[in-house]
T-cell receptor, first 114, second 112 residues
Framework: DTEVTQTPKHLVMGMTNKKSLKCEQHMGHRAMYWYKQKAKKPPELMFVYSYEKLSINESVPSRFSPECPNSSLLNLHLHALQPEDSALYLC?????????????FGPGTRLTVT | AQTVTQSQPEMSVQEAETVTLSCTYD???????LFWYKQPPSRQMILVIR??????QNATENRFSVNFQKAAKSFSLKISDSQLGDAAMYFC?????????FGKGTRLHILP
């Protein structure tokens, strides 16, 4: 199984809502990543988890709250988002956080904040 | 700080022809990895090819090859015998440990 899955595929939420994005992989990877991608732009790294511990937070606003309950699962909790947070949110994983390893990307969750 | 630059926002190539996508980067590190990723429209991003900075030999994967010039900090991607399925956004990426930086991408169109 070389797949990273993400749910939901699409999400529309109001600025006062609380929602969560989910990412799962069963490749035994120990590094997992959240990216934000705006249209026609490259992915921007948000968070990195290595061995279930948060290792990088790229100064992301606190309305985004990541969680890694176990080595296969990564969540992104959303609260009080702004319309400019509308984007494609990509999850990725790699065997470890070392430089040599490629990242396996999920299909993304298309988020619209109204 | 590291930067990755892709100077060609869009390119077109005739089917079966060869095309080269350019990428330059800036870093003060000597040990790092470079990647080309492909993101087809509405589909997942996948790895095309990877290059270790300490290797002088250029990486090759079937129709895809790179021209890696470490001193010039250049990492171009050559696609031979272009196929319709190659149409996508191509991102050049620099990685050192967990620091991953993507270029702005090149949209590649394949003309039948």
């Amino acid at each position: 199984d070389t797949e990273v899955t993400q749910t939901p595929k699409h999400l529309v939420m109001g600025m006062t809502n609380k929602k969560s994005l989910k990412c799962e992989q069963h490749m035994g990877h120990r590094a997992m990543y959240w990216y934000k991608q705006k249209a026609k732009k490259p992915p921007e790294l948000m968070f990195v988890y290595s061995y279930e511990k948060l290792s990088i937070n790229e100064s992301v606003p606190s309305r985004f709250s990541p969680e890694c309950p176990n080595s296969s699962l990564l969540n992104l909790h959303l609260h009080a988002l702004q319309p400019e947070d509308s984007a494609l949110y990509l999850c990725a994983s790699s065997p470890t956080s070392g430089s040599a390893y490629e990242q396996y990307f999920g299909p993304g969750t298309r988020l619209t904040v109204t | 700080a590291q930067t990755v630059t892709q100077s060609q926002p869009e390119m077109s190539v005739q089917e079966a022809e060869t095309v080269t996508l350019s990428c330059t980067y800036d870093t003060s590190e000597s040990d790092y990895y470079l990647f080309w990723y492909k993101q087809p429209p509405s589909r997942q991003m996948i790895l095309v090819i990877r290059q270790e900075a300490y290797k002088q030999q250029n990486a090759t994967e079937n129709r895809f090859s790179v021209n890696f010039q470490k001193a010039a900090k250049s990492f171009s991607l050559k696609i031979s015998d272009s196929q319709l399925g190659d149409a996508a956004m191509y991102f050049c990426a620099y990685r050192r440990d967990d620091k991953i930086i993507f270029g702005k991408g090149t949209r590649l169109h394949i003309l039948p």
